[in-house]
């Protein structure tokens, strides 16, 4: 498929999506949240990671809250995106549920300074926001790439975690050669290892 198709077969999709989450109600968006949070607080992955980086939901998004608050009470040393004026990202430590102020797009980021180090590397998982998600852990993001550089960046034996709503799963998603996958993706509904394909329904 020419770069051009699957740019515009990307567009449509996450417009379509974007505009599905959006119209989700509270009460729904808040209950599938808790429901994903929970499967990642007893995820084999979570549980032995050391360092635990997640994201500020905007726009509905799954969020992340408990997860945070779990990982901090366990010990776990906990990083969130901050953007950098170049446009880049980079995990910044959090040690409260007040360490955050407003960055540049209205995101909740980091106040502090103290980078992901070489040393916090190891048994790393990263919680991945996402538009739409497939079963090869294809991701389509906001589009503007601050995702894909920055798990690009990482080591290669840190683990990626997509969070969606189960609608936010295709059998396919286009994909470029500079995207990056990630290895699970955690629904309501299912678990799905991205590595093999296969997904645990948990209805």
Not at 24 to 37: E, N, V
Not at 81 to 96: F, I, M, N, T, Y
Request: hydrophobic share 40%; proline share 4%.
């Amino acid at each position: 498929m020419a770069e051009s198709l699957i740019r515009d077969r990307k567009q449509v999709l996450r417009a379509a999506a974007i505009s599905q989450r959006a119209s989700l109600k509270r009460a729904d968006s808040q209950t599938w949240s808790r429901l994903i949070q929970e499967k990642v607080l007893q995820f084999p992955p979570y549980l032995r990671a050391q360092s635990i980086a997640l994201y500020s939901p905007i726009q509905n998004e799954v969020e992340t809250a408990a997860i945070r608050d779990h990982a901090l009470v366990a010990g776990k040393t906990v990083y969130y995106p901050k953007l950098r004026r170049a446009g880049s990202l980079e995990l910044v430590q959090v040690d409260s549920a007040g360490t955050f102020g407003v960055g540049r797009f209205g995101i909740l980021e980091p106040v502090g300074d103290r980078r992901l180090s070489d040393g916090d590397h190891s048994r790393l998982i990263v919680m991945v926001p996402g538009v739409i998600f497939d079963s090869q852990g294809n991701r389509l993001g906001r589009g503007l790439g601050y995702y894909d550089r920055l798990l690009k960046q990482l080591r290669p034996d840190a683990i990626f975690l997509g969070l969606a709503y189960d609608f936010q799963t295709l059998d396919e998603v286009p994909a470029e050669f500079w995207d990056q996958r990630v290895h699970y993706v955690i629904t309501e509904r299912r678990i799905i290892d991205c590595t093999t394909a296969q997904s645990t329904l948990e209805v």
